[in-house]
């Protein structure tokens, strides 16, 4: 199995993210790779840039944050403090492969590109900002593994346009991510009914990247029809990190991961169908049968023969057929009708 048919499977494909709650603590970065393994993770991804490579020093207006959880602070700083050291990431890596998890991360800029490739990551992940980043599309989809493409923010017209740049350099391994680019997301605003449009319009799987607390938006998302599910995890939010209002602790990540494989369980992909244990039901259907005594040549009427339960007789449907018929030989109360017992009335 390929990576991509992996992402695009019904597990779904549950993906940690560790983003900055390691909190600067290299130590505190590899007990949540442990910690994703344990909580039922498929991999574990970063974020791989630097303060510089992803915007500069500048203290205009324009580079302050409005609004949200990280109100009134500066892009640098913000980036500056949240970062995972790069030379981090091949320790990290090791851990995630010593584990049985898949790792990977989401480049901001070539030489993040570069650095993830040769890391040999099985795919990247291009994040809701940097969907309109079509020459870094372009240059991570040169690369020829998946994408996937978070959509927060995005118009349909821009997720074409960051399709087609992917499609362009010859990569067709593309997942789409419904986001909320919140954080952290409220519900009102998450829109997962997108879900099944997305894969409508770009006939391309859809997957789900979560900023909501709690984990009901995971399982309604996969309910829709979503193929992976991206999700904070934090050691615990009393370690004070950029991500931690959206982050779900060790306990919680490993419910998500329950509730939702559960979820994918129970949405199935047949139409109609038995399942193994219905059959032993089966016997308990209704059917003919008859409710007193026939003799030979006596008419079947509505006050000797019923459809009641078991189903060991002919199916309920053929009743009114019976009715008017005549038997055939002696019939004996609690015996089922079949076609074999009566003839012309």
């Known amino acids: 199995m390929t990576f991509y048919e992996k992402l695009c499977g019904r ?6 993210e560790m983003s900055s709650n390691h909190a600067g603590s290299l130590e505190n970065a590899l007990k949540i790779v442990r910690a ?28 302050r944050i409005k609004g949200g959880l990280w109100d009134g602070r500066l892009l640098y700083e913000l980036y500056k403090e949240a970062s995972t050291p790069w030379e981090w990431h091949g320790v990290i890596r090791d851990e995630c ?8 991360s989401t480049p901001y800029d070539r030489s993040a590109v570069d650095f993830l490739d040769a890391l040999n990551v099985p795919c990247f992940k291009i994040a809701s900002f940097e969907l309109v980043d079509l020459p870094l599309i372009e240059y991570a989809a040169s690369k020829r593994k998946p994408l996937l493409l978070s959509c927060g923010m995005a118009s349909l017209e821009e997720i074409g346009e960051a399709q087609r740049a992917a499609y362009g ?25 997108a879900i099944p449009e997305l894969r409508k319009t ?24 979503a193929c992976a599910i991206e999700k904070h995890l934090c050691l615990s939010r009393g370690i004070d990190s950029a991500d931690k209002a959206f982050s779900l602790e060790p306990g919680e990540f ?22 193994t244990l219905e059959k032993e039901s089966m016997p308990l259907r209704r059917s003919v049968f008859a409710v007193k005594s026939i003799r030979a040549g006596e008419l079947l009427t509505e006050e000797n023969i019923r459809v009641i339960r078991p189903g060991c007789g002919m ?12 038997a055939l030989r002696d019939i004996e109360r609690g015996e089922p009708i079949e076609f074999g017992l009566f003839g012309p009335g």
Do not use: W
């Not at 597990?11 to 940690?16: F, L, N, S, T």
């Not at 350099?169 to 997962?192: F, H, I, Q, T």
């Not at 490993?254 to 169908?273: D, L, Y």
């Not at 199916?315 to 005549?326: D, E, I, N, Q, V």
């Open 11 to 16: 597990g779904p494909y549950i993906i940690a």
């Open 169 to 193: 350099r010859g990569n067709r391994e593309v997942v789409l991510l419904k986001c909320c680019s919140e954080y952290p997301a409220r519900y009102g605003d998450m829109n997962l009914a």
């Open 254 to 275: 490993r419910k998500m991961v329950k509730n939702v494989r559960t979820a994918a369980e129970i949405i199935g992909g047949k139409a109609g169908g038995t399942s």
């Open 315 to 326: 199916k309920p449907k053929y009743y009114s057929h019976a009715l008017g018929k005549r």
């Open 36 to 63: 994703a393994k344990e909580a039922g993770a498929d991999g574990l991804k970063l974020q791989t840039y630097t303060a510089d490579t992803m915007t500069i020093n500048c203290s205009r207006d324009c580079f």
């Open 97 to 104: 492969m010593k584990l049985g998890l898949d790792f990977f």
């Open 202 to 225: 770009f006939s391309l799987p859809v997957g789900f990247s979560d900023h909501t607390p709690g984990s009901i938006a995971d399982v309604v998302a996969v309910s829709l029809g």
